[in-house]
């Protein structure tokens, strides 16, 4: 059988690891695949660099829609990123009649409805193992190893970058601003790391996973999100001595509300108990734990970003696609793993009432009453309190009081929290973070 033919937009960090690991590994992956793969077309902006990465045998082009528009071109690969150009590109490569394969998870948690209801239109596959977790087959995992379970929640650490700030935080005792500067200059941090650090990244691939895991469109504008930028170092000790590490964790689960059933869809810094093997996933690392009814907790843990650990996840999407190409497209894997007209429209939940436990951190003037006035707050608004820690900062005068609750809904924390900043001895703004046993 002929080789078939791929076209790549963009070759940038992950484009050249594909384009590495296609060449070193070729022979094993025809003989997955069945047929050879083979990357005849790139379109760069830097077309000298571009040509130095693949050499004379491939044609390399400065416009991607002449990519997306060869006849010749099987799959087309977008590695370009951003939102509205490879949008454009890749609904022009679907209406071409291309397969697509993408690693950009801003794509799919926007426009990702849009995309895959064009692809089923025109029977061809879009792939995007790369947009979640890098090289940890996730995608893969929840929407065929687990199709038997019924999927109960998916918690994930799935950004890298805010995982090596929070661990450096935490092993060297530095504060967020003076790690992020050593992210920078390491590479692990891009030089405009709002996304990573503010928990947008984060959000997109999580956005993807509930879609999956539920069988409900993607719906990014709906997910509550707040990232790391605001973390003291304090937390990051306080935590510590009560047993929990903090993590920028991405959680999306089924949960009954008064109103019957909803999702949650949220990304915040939460304390998770240092036991779990979760919490020990360090530096750059990815995980993400599912729970699901028939196999209960399984975890999976790889490299979520770099050039060869996202090549692999781009190049198992080729594999599968080639595989695929000339099945009957209602023969394949749905996209969103559940067939397009049996998705459902379970509600994702606002903030306010989804329920979890909390640690608090209370700055107050060392005053007679103080604690009985905070307990006497959480008491009367039926929280209860799983732990208390008193501090002094350092300052010698005033005191951190620490609380740990046990479970509430986050309305009812938001109320007791702007009683107890209210008290006379309580000094600026209570600190809150969600905590989660992911038991
Ligand atoms: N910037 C991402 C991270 C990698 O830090 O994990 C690509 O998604």
Do not use: W
């Amino acid at each position: 059988m002929k080789p078939i033919k791929v076209g790549l937009l963009g070759i940038g960090t992950v484009g050249a690891g594909t384009f590495n690991v296609l060449q070193r590994n070729q022979e094993d992956i025809r003989r997955r695949a069945g047929r050879g793969i083979e990357i005849t077309m790139v379109a760069a902006r830097n077309l000298d660099k571009a040509r130095g990465i693949v050499g004379a045998g491939v044609e390399v082009v400065a416009d991607p829609f002449a990519v997306v528009n060869n006849p010749e071109i099987d799959i087309v690969v977008e590695l370009i990123g951003g939102y509205e150009l490879p949008r454009e590109l890749v609904l022009k490569a679907i209406a071409n009649g291309k397969h697509v394969v993408t690693a950009n998870k801003a794509l799919l948690a926007l426009h990702g409805n849009e995309i895959f209801a064009a692809a089923q239109g025109k029977g061809v596959t879009v792939a995007f193992e790369a947009a979640v977790a890098g090289g940890v087959p996730i995608i893969k995992a929840l929407r065929e190893g687990l199709t038997a379970n019924r999927i109960e929640s998916v918690a994930g650490i799935i950004n890298g970058t805010t995982n090596f700030i929070l661990s450096e935080m935490r092993e060297k005792g530095l504060d967020f601003a003076t790690v992020l500067k050593q992210a920078q200059e390491l590479g692990y941090a891009e030089a405009d790391p709002t996304f990573d650090i503010e928990g947008v990244d984060a959000a997109h691939k999580l956005t993807i996973m509930s879609a999956i895991a539920f069988g409900i469109p993607v719906q990014f504008d709906k997910a509550y999100i707040e990232g790391i930028s605001q973390l003291q170092a304090r937390d990051i000790r306080y935590a510590e001595q009560l047993g929990y590490r903090i993590k920028l964790l991405g959680i999306t689960r089924r949960t009954r509300t008064e109103s019957g059933e909803g999702i949650e869809l949220r990304v915040h810094p939460t304390l998770i108990p240092a036991s779990r093997l979760i919490a020990n996933v360090e530096g750059a690392m990815n995980a993400v734990l599912v729970q699901a009814d028939a196999v209960g907790a399984s975890l999976y843990y790889g490299k979520g970003a770099g050039s060869e650990p996202t090549a692999s996840a781009v190049i198992a999407d080729l594999v599968d696609v080639t595989r695929l190409a000339t099945v009957d497209p209602y023969c394949r894997v749905p996209h969103l793993a559940f067939q397009p007209n049996e998705m459902t429209d379970v509600a994702i939940m606002p903030m306010a009432e989804i329920t979890t436990s909390y640690y608090l951190r209370v700055y107050v003037k060392d005053q007679l009453g103080v604690m009985a006035d905070l307990t006497r707050i959480l008491a009367d608004a039926g929280i209860s309190i799983d732990a208390v820690l008193q501090k002094e900062p350092g300052d010698q005068v005033n005191l951190d009081i620490i609380l740990l609750t046990h479970q509430t809904r986050e309305k009812n924390i938001i109320a007791a929290i702007e009683k107890i900043e209210n008290l006379p001895a309580v000094i600026g703004k209570v600190t809150r973070i969600r905590l989660e046993t992911l038991s």
